[in-house]
C-alpha cells in the first residue's frame, strides 16, 4: 500500500473518508454532527499523515481519532442538555455490538452513550463504543487505544457496572435528579 | 466481556476494505455473510463514486500545518475544531462575483482598533457614513477581503455583521489576501495578565495571493457569556501572536500587514 506522505489528497479521501462516515454515523447517527465530525477526522488524518508511517496502522488512526472527537460531542451534547431523549423505559441499558445489530439497537445505543457520556470515564467510554457499537474485540481495542487486552476487559467491566448503577438509580428517579455519579470515578486511573 | 459477535469487527472489515487486511478468515467469512459482504459493498462503492468536495481541495492547496491550530489553547472556544461544507460551497461561489465581506485596515487608512473588544457590528469604519451601521461593506473584487460564515443547524450564512450568534454555532472564515501570502486568525487571550491585548493563534498559514482561501479550520460556539472576537491579519511573513499584538496595538496597522477584527455579539439562553 502506498504510504499516506505520497498519496493524493483525492485518493487519501476516496479510500478512507467512507469509512470514517459510516464509522461516524454509527456513533452519531445521521446527524450533521456526524458530517461535522468526520470531517474534522480527515483533516487531522491529513494534517498528520507524515507521523502515520505505516498505511497498516491508519484505520486504526481513524478508529481512535473519531471515537474521541464523538465523546467530545456526547459531552457538549450532554452539557447543554435538552437534546437528549430518555430511553424507553422498557429499554435495556446495554450496547449493541457489532455488524449484525440493528437500527434500533444502534438509536437506543446512541441515546445511552448520550446519557452517560459525562458521567463515565473518557477511556471506558472509549472501550464501550469501540467493544459495542463497533464490535471490536479486546485486543482489536487495545491496539487502537494503546493498552492491553486484559486492561480493556477491566475498562469495559467497569463500564457494565457503570451501567448497572445507573439502570438502578434511573429506576428510582435519583439519576436524572441529582446528577448521577454512579461507581468510583477517581479511584481507576491507569 | 468480550464481544460475542461470530461476525468480524468493522475494524477488519474496513481493513479488508481497504486492503490493509487480507486475512483468510476474513474472506471466508465474507464469502458466506451478507450483513458484512453489504458493509464492505457500501465502503468500496462510495469509495469509487463519492464527490471531492471543495473543503478537501481547499486542503490540498493549503500548506498549513492543521494540527498547529489544536496545539494551541483556546479557552473561548468550546470542543474541537470543525469544518463543514455543503452550503458554504455555494455561499462562497456567490461571493466570488462581488463580495459581500468585512474589509481590513491598511496602514494609513483609518483602523478599526477603536472597536477592539466591544460587542457590535464589525468593521465600524470612520469613513462608514452611518458609524455603527451594521450592513457589511460591499468592496471590489481582487481587494483584501475576508468573509465569516456561520453554520446554525446545517444551515451556513455569511454573517451580516450584526446578528448575535449563539451557543453551537460554527464558524468560519474566507479570506482573499490581495497581494499578501500569510493569513493568521488570533483571539483575545481572556487569561492574560500582562497585556489585555494578548492574543491566542488559533491558525496561522500560507495563502496565494490574488485567490480566496477558505480556512481549513472553524470554531465553535461556547456558551460563555460576553461576545466572541476574531482578529485576521494578512502579512507577508509569519507572525507570531507577539508580533500580531505589536502590529495591530497601534491606532493603525502597520505597513506590511492588513488586519480585521470581527467582534461578534453573543446571545446566551439560560436554560
Not at chain 1, 457503570?162 to 468510583?184: H, I, N, S, W, Y
Not at chain 2, 460591499?138 to 446554525?152: D, H, M, N, Q, S
Not at chain 2, 486568525?185 to 497585556?195: I, T
Request: include cysteine; charged fraction near 25%; aromatic fraction near 6%.
Amino acid at each position: 500500500m502506498q504510504s499516506l506522505q505520497d498519496a493524493d489528497i483525492e485518493v487519501v479521501y476516496r479510500r478512507y473518508f467512507p469509512l470514517i462516515r459510516d464509522k461516524c454515523a454509527r456513533m452519531l447517527g445521521d446527524s450533521a454532527e456526524a458530517q461535522d465530525i468526520a470531517q474534522e477526522t480527515f483533516m487531522r488524518l491529513w494534517s498528520n499523515r507524515a507521523s502515520i508511517a505505516d498505511p497498516r496502522a491508519v484505520i486504526a488512526w481513524l478508529y481512535r481519532t473519531s471515537t474521541r472527537l464523538a465523546i467530545d460531542n456526547y459531552r457538549r451534547i450532554s452539557k447543554r442538555g435538552g437534546e437528549v431523549q430518555c430511553l424507553d423505559d422498557a429499554a435495556e441499558f446495554t450496547l449493541s455490538s457489532g455488524p449484525e445489530s440493528t437500527v434500533e439497537d444502534r438509536v437506543h445505543s446512541r441515546r445511552l452513550l448520550h446519557l452517560v457520556a459525562d458521567k463515565v470515564p473518557q477511556r471506558e467510554l472509549e472501550a464501550a463504543i469501540l467493544s459495542r457499537l463497533d464490535g471490536l474485540t479486546h485486543e482489536e481495542i487495545g491496539h487502537v487505544v494503546g493498552a492491553s487486552g486484559r486492561t480493556i476487559r477491566r475498562w469495559l467491566s467497569r463500564f457494565d457496572r457503570r451501567l448497572a448503577d445507573f439502570t438502578a438509580m434511573d429506576k428510582t428517579g435519583q439519576g436524572r435528579e441529582t446528577g448521577l455519579v454512579p461507581g468510583d470515578m477517581t479511584g481507576d486511573k491507569r | 466481556m468480550n464481544t460475542t459477535s461470530r461476525h468480524p469487527s468493522f475494524l477488519e472489515l474496513d481493513r479488508y476494505a481497504t486492503g490493509a487486511s487480507r486475512s483468510p478468515e476474513t474472506r471466508a467469512h465474507l464469502s458466506s455473510c451478507s450483513a458484512c459482504r453489504r458493509h464492505i459493498d457500501r465502503v468500496s462503492g462510495a469509495a469509487a463514486s463519492i464527490e471531492i468536495p471543495a473543503w478537501v481541495r481547499e486542503l490540498a492547496t493549503s500548506s498549513v500545518a492543521h494540527s498547529a491550530v489544536r496545539s494551541t489553547a483556546r479557552p473561548r472556544w468550546s470542543g474541537a475544531t470543525l469544518v463543514w461544507s455543503g452550503g458554504l460551497a455555494s455561499a462562497l461561489a456567490a461571493a466570488a462575483v462581488l463580495l459581500v465581506v468585512a474589509t481590513g485596515d491598511r496602514p494609513g487608512e483609518p483602523t478599526v482598533t477603536e472597536t477592539a473588544d466591544r460587542p457590535g457590528p464589525v468593521g465600524r469604519d470612520r469613513k462608514s457614513p452611518q458609524p455603527g451601521h451594521s450592513a457589511p461593506y460591499t468592496g471590489a473584487k481582487g481587494a483584501e477581503a475576508v468573509g465569516l460564515y456561520i453554520k446554525r443547524a446545517g444551515r451556513v450564512s455569511l454573517w451580516d455583521g450584526s446578528s448575535p450568534v449563539m451557543p453551537g454555532d460554527s464558524l468560519r472564515l474566507k479570506v482573499v489576501p490581495g497581494g499578501f501570502t500569510r493569513v493568521a486568525v488570533f483571539s483575545p487571550d481572556p487569561a492574560a495578565k500582562r497585556s489585555e491585548r494578548a492574543l491566542i493563534e488559533l491558525y496561522a498559514g500560507a495563502v496565494e495571493p490574488g485567490r480566496g482561501h477558505l480556512i481549513p479550520a472553524a470554531w465553535k460556539v461556547d456558551r460563555a457569556v460576553g461576545s466572541e472576537t476574531l482578529i485576521v491579519v494578512l502579512s507577508r511573513a509569519p507572525l507570531s501572536p507577539g508580533d500580531a499584538v505589536r502590529a495591530i496595538a497601534g491606532p493603525t496597522a502597520r505597513p506590511g500587514v492588513w488586519v480585521r477584527r470581527f467582534v461578534i455579539p453573543k446571545q446566551v439562553v439560560e436554560n
